[in-house]
């Protein structure tokens, strides 16, 4: 039984790592080739690592290498809403701080898994594995039964890792089987990368009358050949290579590789046909697949088709055979190139939008518009994470937001104010969910220590090699906007700040027509200000705000004149806050306040009587004082005019202030005041 659960099209996630070598390629073509069959969707988070790329191409390491942030894209799969997945251990296991698949199995006991390279004893979980051993065994068998091969030198993968662990243990059986001798300089530990050339050399060195090199994958064994070519010593002839995989590239090394097939096409198909089942509640048994031997030139072995080659028609086609790839291969070069030039272009204009986000992010989408990309979503935290590898545990941010994303060649982009949350009940499935199945690639976006969310695209298989470049580009350039938002930031803190000390400097000139106690204009500097009020807003609609402090009278001798002042600065801030738009305030006697409020709303009298009556009710409720603070306030509307002064504009507000003290309350002694005081 292979169908789906009878419910929504189900969505399945895959852990896969190692996007440096060739096999977890293959295993998501497979799992890619049997999603489509069976209607669902797949979402791919994706690792990579570059440290052995650069030290190989550069020929030294960086200070600081960032390939540990890729092991927190597990986590993110928390959030994305899965039915099941499926997870490449082997791929990501030597890159964790904890390499436990067991424990590693337990954070996701909620969903069926299926392990891919690993066996994991959990209820939970259906293991995939290679037959490693039999494999390793079949090719070292080759070489000492086949070419009497005496010293097999061996290239191991990680020591933590399964498949190593097993392709090793193939090797020392069949070793020990014919009673050749093997001792630990024989051995080396690489990282299934092509970028082991320094432990060959040692290889090598050590044993320089070796027979033949055994790797434990085919990638690695295009290190051997380097090295091997680099001492002159000719491969099948001097010296015999053997690797493990069988990979795309494994058929057209010169001379071609021979190998062991482990099928990563097979083996990403089996994984959906059997998460499926689980879904459906089915029990499995683990499956081991079975490894085929291929033999090839670089064992010594004489070639299939050598006969043939020798004859003219089999020349004829061996010539466009080699002519066909070769012009596949170049024409895949200069659609790369031509890709990756882009990426500069795209980092140049991103810069244009450093000043507003949103519309940054609408370009993100448009510059994967044109690479032929109809499907994406930029997720984006609404502050970066800093993750050091310092010891510290990781956990995993509460805050990723969808920022930006295109459906079917359709853009959107959300106000930051706007954007939606990420969460185990608002998933990236429903967000990413429509009629249609979907395959998406998840990318981490970083820069340096730096997290900054993640990057969805819907992208052949074949391309994710210019993508992971494409995201390492957007992540450098999500740094520059936090900077050149953090610069603007500062820039408008420093120039509040020079205004605020033009202000105080202001004020310092002004002092005489200020009030002492509250900070507001006296009637001095207000009838000042209202002058050059009029004469600058001739015409304008405002609205004069005259308000009286209730009873101060009461509380200076209930309590003393320091409760009153505090009641009247009190009354002093609530009375601001509650006036929205641009005003002037003045303290015009011991509990009178006049304000001045430029507004054109017809209906900002009731408003802001209203929010003086809340903002009151508020503060009373908070306050330990004995006694109530509350307004009386009259609002009436004005046209501004030249060479007005307080008595022509305070008449009708005066006259609404007079009718609001006859409902004012009578005292504002609370009771409990009066039970202290007796």
């Not at 337990?106 to 594995?129: G, M, Q, R, W």
């Not at 244009?352 to 990309?373: F, G």
Request: hydrophobic residues 40%; glycine residues 6%; proline residues 3%.
């Amino acid at each position: 039984m292979t169908e789906a659960p009878n419910k929504k099209r189900p969505t399945i996630g895959v852990l896969v790592g190692g996007l440096h070598t060739y096999f977890p390629k293959e295993i998501i073509t497979g799992v890619a080739a049997a999603a489509k069959e069976k209607n669902i969707d797949v979402m791919f988070f994706l690792q990579a690592q570059t440290k052995g790329f650069f030290h190989d191409v550069l020929g030294f390491d960086f200070m600081e290498n960032f390939d540990y942030q890729y092991d927190v894209v597990n986590d993110y799969s928390f959030i994305a809403g899965l039915d099941g997945m499926i997870i490449n251990y082997g791929t990501i296991g030597i890159y964790l701080d904890e390499n436990d698949p067991g424990a590693f199995a337990e954070k996701y006991n909620e969903i069926p898994l299926v392990f891919l390279t690993e066996i994991v004893d959990a209820p939970n979980c259906h293991s995939i594995i290679s037959d490693n051993v039999q494999g390793m065994s079949d090719v070292i068998n080759h070489l000492i039964e086949e070419h009497g091969c005496k010293k097999i030198l061996y290239m191991s993968g990680p020591k933590d890792n399964t498949d190593a662990r097993e392709r090793l243990q193939g090797y020392l059986k069949v070793m020990k089987h014919h009673q050749l001798p093997v001792d630990d300089t024989m051995i080396r530990w690489g990282d299934f990368s092509e970028f082991v050339d320094d432990q060959v050399e040692e290889l090598l060195d050590a044993h320089p009358d070796a027979d033949a090199i055994a790797f434990a994958n085919d990638e690695m064994a295009f290190a051997g050949y380097k090295v091997c070519r680099k001492r002159g010593l000719a491969i099948g002839t001097d010296i015999r290579i053997t690797g493990f995989d069988n990979n795309a590239m494994s058929g057209k090394m010169t001379p071609p590789l021979t190998t062991a097939f482990q099928d990563g096409v097979l083996m990403g198909r089996l994984a959906v046909l059997d998460l499926l089942m689980m879904m459906c509640g089915e029990k499995l048994k683990d499956r081991r697949v079975k490894v085929q031997f291929v033999e090839r030139e670089s064992c010594g072995c004489e070639s299939k088709q050598m006969h043939f080659t020798q004859t003219e028609i089999g020349k004829r086609v061996l010539i466009q055979k080699l002519t066909r790839e070769l012009t596949e291969t170049k024409q895949h070069e200069i659609d790369f190139q031509r890709k990756t030039w882009f990426i500069p272009m795209m980092t140049r204009e991103l810069n244009e939008y450093m000043s507003d986000e949103h519309q940054y992010c609408l370009q993100v989408m448009n510059n994967i518009k044109r690479l032929h990309v109809e499907n994406a979503a930029l997720f984006l935290l609404e502050t970066p994470t800093v993750y050091r590898r310092d010891g510290r545990k990781w956990t995993c941010p509460d805050d990723l937001r969808l920022a930006s994303y295109m459906k079917n060649g359709e853009m959107f982009s959300y106000q930051v104010y706007e954007r939606p949350l990420v969460s185990k009940e608002e998933p990236f499935a429903k967000w990413l969910e429509d009629e249609q199945p979907h395959q998406y690639h998840y990318f981490l976006l970083f820069s340096g220590e730096r997290q900054y969310g993640m990057l969805a695209l819907e992208i052949p298989t074949s391309e994710f090699t210019f993508f992971f470049m494409f995201s390492l580009q957007i992540g450098v350039s999500l740094r520059y906007l936090e900077i050149s938002s953090n610069e603007a930031a500062i820039r408008a803190q420093l120039m509040l700040d020079m205004e605020n000390m033009r202000e105080k400097n202001h004020i310092l000139d002004m002092v005489s027509g200020y009030d002492a106690m509250t900070g507001l204009l006296n009637v001095r500097g207000f009838t000042k200000e209202i002058e050059r009020l009029g004469s600058e807003k001739t015409g304008e609609k405002a609205y004069v705000i005259c308000a009286d402090l209730d009873h101060l009278k009461q509380i200076n001798d209930s309590f003393g004149h320091v409760e009153g002042n505090f009641a009247i600065c009190s009354a002093t801030k609530l009375l601001d806050s509650c006036i929205k738009v641009e005003h002037l305030s003045a303290r015009t006697g011991g509990d009178e306040f006049v304000c001045i409020a430029l507004s054109p709303q017809k209906n900002f009298a009731a408003s802001v009587q209203k929010r003086i009556i809340r903002a009151c009710e508020k503060f009373n409720a908070k306050s330990p004082k004995p006694y109530y603070v509350e307004m009386s306030v009259g609002i009436s509307p004005i046209i501004l005019q030249e060479n007005m002064t307080i008595q022509d504009i305070i008449q009708d507000a005066d006259h609404e202030l007079y009718k609001a003290k006859k409902i004012r309350r009578q005292c504002v002694i609370r009771e409990t005041g009066i039970q202290e005081e007796a």
